[in-house]
């Protein structure tokens, strides 16, 4: 029960007001099933095939999460039924977001994407990107997208202090968008950032979500 002992030790680790999402992509269905026994109810996975595969595997009480980069084209497979979309990075997304949301009754609940880490990469938006797209407000028309806040991975390195900043620096990009524009919507609380290598760091910082793989299911 290796898959259960890990998950009491990070429960020590963890306090009861920060969600865990026990990421399992690449881990077989027999994993998450370990998972779930252990108690766990929240999984996120990064590719809409595989997730599609896995889901019909396993219980129905799963609240799935996709943290991965999210192409338009395979929104509607997961419309029915997915729980939080951590990767909102732009407008067309969002638009499609609303129209298979719309399709399905449902609305949405999706994490704006941020890029923090110095690394080079094409998922996120750029503080200031964000910034635009919340003063545009086209948001604001879609009404089956629920933007819950933000999410951001923070540079892969040892230098604690650099992951910090980034942490903080999205810990505050929550703050001001809060007050510009969600001062009255309680839904818009979340803040996902921590994994395996820096979840502590980021619960100092304020993470509300971490999402975490390796310490649970080891490597992939
Ligand atoms: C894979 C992944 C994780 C989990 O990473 P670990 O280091 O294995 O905990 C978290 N967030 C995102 C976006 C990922 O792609």
Request: negative net charge; proline residues 3%; glycine residues 8%.
């Amino acid at each position: 029960m290796t898959i259960q002992s890990h998950i009491n030790a990070l429960r020590e680790t963890v306090p009861s007001g920060v969600r865990l999402v026990a990421v399992s992509k690449f881990h077989p269905a027999e994993m998450i099933r370990e998972a779930y026994d252990a108690g766990l109810r929240i999984f996120g996975e990064s590719r809409v095939q595989e997730l599609i595969v896995k889901k019909d595997q396993l219980p129905g009480d799963i609240e799935w999460h996709f943290i991965g980069n999210l192409q338009r084209n395979k929104v509607k497979q997961i419309a029915p039924f997915i729980s939080l979309i951590h990767s909102l990075d732009n407008e067309r997304l969002m638009l499609e977001i609303e129209k298979q949301g719309a399709a399905n009754g449902r609305i949405i609940p999706c994490l704006l994407q941020i890029h923090i880490a110095e690394e080079e990469t094409k998922s996120g938006f750029s503080s200031d990107e964000c910034r635009r797209f919340l003063e545009e407000g086209k948001w604001k028309a879609c009404p089956h997208v629920r933007i819950a806040g933000v999410m951001g991975m923070a540079t892969f390195t040892d230098d604690e202090n650099q992951v910090r900043k980034e942490f903080r620096q999205l810990k505050s990009l929550f703050d001001e968008f809060k007050t510009g524009f969600f001062r009255h919507d309680t839904t818009f609380k979340e803040i996902s950032m921590g994994m395996t290598g820096d979840y502590q760091v980021a619960i100092e910082e304020g993470s509300t979500m971490i999402r975490i793989g390796t310490l649970i299911f080891g490597d992939r």
